[in-house]
């Protein structure tokens, strides 16, 4: 018998587990594989209702009783930067952009595990080996680059971003950056250089992930103008942050059978 691949997308949900972000909350992920000659499509078309990549995974949160993780982007022509992030800018200035294809090596492992050790060492990368590592930056079946920050008189690599090209803007997958260099504000500095970066492709957003009220570590996120957050089905402007709340409710989110059903996928019928 003759096997294919399944025409259209196939769904599933993953185990509960500790959450992350907010103590004593249980997370669960609705998610599905990314793969095939359609892979792009569906990775800008579930971009834009509040999936993220993982490698070849594409992922939302759909815990049971929580909706505090929302999809957060800047709208780059509403995006002006406050007083505090060109003293960033400025503080950076000596600092060199690269961007190159999505490949792994020993300077980025060597950051990126500093990182984890210093910030997030009981975190779920903890224990991510060389291996791992390399295939969260070169396991992408899309348009993605690494782009990596150096000194400029040192060549120093002080931060790192794997990043996706998408239809309608850069997606900041993850990054890492020196611990030591607090006051470069370097987790800042690389989502403002990305805004930048966007301005000049004429893409219209960033795509920064999920942003939680209530998480200190997902606090930041919430400084940058121009934010929105997908709530509701739809994209809308961040208004005042304080208005968000993380509290847990037993009807926050549709079941998981009418999540997928309102799903839009991308038309991959072949074009004449």
């Known amino acids: 018998m003759r096997h294919t691949l399944p025409l259209a997308p196939q769904f599933y949900v993953t185990a509960p587990q500790p959450c992350p972000y907010l103590d004593g ?3 669960r992920k609705l998610f599905t594989a990314l793969q095939g000659e359609n892979a792009e499509k569906l990775n800008d078309s579930l971009s834009q ?3 993220r990549r993982s490698q070849n995974v594409l992922y939302r949160p759909s815990c049971a009783e929580c909706s505090a993780c929302l999809s957060a982007r800047i ?3 509403a995006f002006a930067p406050t007083k505090s992030q060109r003293r960033t800018l400025n503080r950076n200035a000596d600092i060199d952009r690269r961007a190159t294809s999505p ?8 950051l990126f595990r500093a990182y984890l050790d ?3 060492a009981d975190g779920g990368m903890a224990d991510m080996d060389v291996f791992e590592f390399a295939a969260m930056i070169e396991e992408t079946p899309i ?3 690494v782009v990596e920050y150096t000194r400029k008189e040192t060549k120093e690599l002080i931060g790192v971003s794997l990043t996706d090209v998408l239809t309608d803007g850069l997606s900041m997958v993850y990054s890492f950056y020196a611990p030591d260099m607090t006051k470069r504000s370097l987790g800042t500095h690389m989502i403002l250089d990305h805004v930048r970066i966007a301005q000049e492709a004429n893409l219209p957003y960033v795509y920064l992930g999920y942003w939680v009220p209530g998480s200190q570590k997902m ?4 400084k940058f103008s121009g934010l929105e957050v997908y709530l509701g089905g739809r994209w809308q402007k961040m208004a005042d942050p304080e208005n968000f709340h ?3 409710h037993p009807l926050s989110n549709d079941p998981i059978a009418e999540q997928v059903a309102n799903i839009s996928l991308p038309d991959t019928r072949p074009t004449r």
């Not at 490949?103 to 060597?110: G, P, R, V």
């Not at 606090?219 to 919430?222: A, E, I, N, R």
């Open 25 to 27: 909350r249980m997370e």
């Open 49 to 51: 209702q509040g999936f």
């Open 75 to 77: 709208d780059v022509s």
């Open 103 to 110: 490949w792994a090596t020993e300077d980025q492992y060597a």
């Open 118 to 120: 210093s910030r997030h």
């Open 143 to 145: 348009r993605s680059r």
């Open 219 to 222: 606090d930041y996120k919430s």
């Open 246 to 248: 993380p509290d847990t």
